[in-house]
Structure formats: C-alpha cells, structure tokens
C-alpha cells in the first residue's frame, strides 16, 4: 500500500484522525502522520527529516518555502484558527468576552497554562505583555513545553488553559469558554505543502487536494478551525 508521511502542526490533529481515514478509503493511500508544534517541526526539517507533506502556520510554511525546502507554487492554506481559554469540566466558565473581562479571567485564576513552542503560546505571551499583566501571570503560569495545555486542568495544575481551540478540543474531562476576543487575536493560518525533496510526490499532491477541497470544511468546522 502506497503511505504517503505528513508532518504537522498540532492544530490539524483532531481534524486529521478523521480525514485521514477518509482519504485512505478513497485512495488506498495510508497516510503516516506525525503531530508537533510548528517550532519544533521547523528544526526537525531543518535537521533533514524525511517527509512529502508538512502543515505549518502560514509564516512557518512561508519559511522553508524561502529555504527551498518546500515547493512554493504547491503551498495552500487549509485553515484558520483561534486561540481559545478553557476550565476543567463542571468549573465555571469566567467572562472573557471583553479585554477588561479577560484580564480580570486572568488574574483571578490560579495558574494559566499556556504553551512555550506553540502559535498560541508565542501570542498570549505577547497578549499579556500589551494587557500589562504579564509578570503577574507567569509568576504563577504552568508553561507547557509540547503538548495540550488543557491536560493541566485535568490534573488540576491550572485554572485555565489557552490554545489554539481545536487543540483544547482535544483534551478530554474540559470545557471550551470560548475565543479570546477577536479584536485581541490575529488567526494563525495553517497551511500545507510539498516537500521538494518528497518520495511519494503523487500521493502528496493528491493528499493536498483533499485537503484544500470544500469537502472537508465540516471535519475542520467540528475540530474548532474555521475553513
């Protein structure tokens, strides 16, 4: 059986469990995929991992497009996604519908789990340095190094987890709040594309076809991404 090796970010891989499968009955390509945050899959195609597919954000993509590691006129964006704030299961869900509600969120939580590597990590960073709340929140924060921040609700380390929305999906046992509000957050865009140095360059492209395709927009809708 033809297998066809997709890197990705974290964000497709609630998504992906389903249209993998699908793809597969379709084709008869198995599709061999791997999950990490977008840093750390930069560095491992940077340190020559074989692959024929990688999903990044936009700006990751757009990086190894630059370093002639991936094939530029094969680059689509897939989906876009939001960073959201999540509680334990049966918690209450605190006002982040507002600046000045989600700071007061903030602030009143325990410990805020966020991750190091991750696009969502990078940008609540930034969000509470420009909040002015940061050092504040990360004397207390449960940074998370790779992974799904919401598992630190489980275990009760945190009070509240952020990340991308269809990576908290992916944790069970927890509840999504919602979006961090949309005036606050730029989308990161998660885009696909072939690896110059792809084996299987065929089941690739056909891969990147169904994944590109109108067909797919209720899997991403139902995993938190928006098409």
């Given at each position: 059986?033809?297998?066809?090796?997709?890197?990705?970010?974290?964000?497709?891989?609630?998504?992906?469990?389903?249209?993998?499968?699908?793809?597969?009955?379709?084709?008869?390509?198995?599709?061999?995929?791997?999950?990490?945050?977008?840093?750390?899959?930069?560095?491992?195609?940077?340190?020559?991992?074989?692959?024929?597919?990688?999903?990044?954000?936009?700006?990751?993509?757009?990086?190894?497009?630059?370093?002639?590691?991936?094939?530029?006129?094969?680059?689509?964006?897939?989906?876009?996604?939001?960073?959201?704030?999540?509680?334990?299961?049966?918690?209450?869900?605190?006002?982040?519908?507002?600046?000045?509600?989600?700071?007061?969120?903030?602030?009143?939580?325990?410990?805020?789990?966020?991750?190091?590597?991750?696009?969502?990590?990078?940008?609540?960073?930034q969000l509470i340095v420009r909040m002015g709340i940061a050092a504040e929140i990360n004397a207390r924060a449960t940074i998370v190094e790779q992974g799904f921040t919401a598992q630190?609700?489980?275990?009760?380390?945190?009070?509240?987890?952020?990340?991308?929305?269809?990576?908290?999906?992916?944790?069970?046992?927890?509840?999504?709040?919602?979006?961090?509000?949309?005036?606050?957050?730029?989308?990161?865009?998660?885009?696909?594309?072939?690896?110059?140095?792809?084996?299987?360059?065929?089941?690739?492209?056909?891969?990147?076809?169904?994944?590109?395709?109108?067909?797919?927009?209720?899997?991403?809708?139902?995993?938190?991404?928006?098409?």
């Amino acid at each position: 059986m033809e297998k066809v090796r997709m890197l990705s970010t974290l964000g497709l891989m609630g998504a992906m469990r389903s249209l993998s499968s699908a793809f597969e009955a379709e084709t008869g390509i198995l599709v061999d995929a791997d999950f990490a945050p977008t840093l750390a899959l930069l560095k491992r195609l940077r340190d020559g991992e074989a692959a024929d597919l990688v999903i990044l954000t936009r700006e990751g993509l757009d990086e190894v497009i630059a370093e002639g590691r991936v094939i530029a006129s094969s680059a689509a964006d897939l989906a876009r996604s939001y960073a959201g704030i999540a509680v334990r299961a049966g918690q209450a869900h605190p006002d982040i519908g507002s600046e000045a509600a989600l700071r007061k969120a903030l602030l009143a939580a325990r410990s805020v789990a966020y991750s190091r590597l991750g696009a969502s990590g990078v940008y609540f960073a930034q969000l509470i340095v420009r909040m002015g709340i940061a050092a504040e929140i990360n004397a207390r924060a449960t940074i998370v190094e790779q992974g799904f921040t919401a598992q630190r609700l489980v275990t009760g380390e945190a009070d509240l987890a952020v990340q991308q929305i269809s990576e908290l999906k992916q944790v069970e046992g927890i509840e999504v709040v919602g979006p961090i509000p949309y005036d606050l957050q730029t989308p990161a865009v998660f885009s696909a594309g072939r690896i110059a140095s792809a084996k299987q360059a065929d089941a690739a492209d056909r891969l990147l076809r169904y994944l590109a395709s109108p067909e797919v927009v209720p899997v991403l809708r139902q995993s938190g991404l928006e098409p």
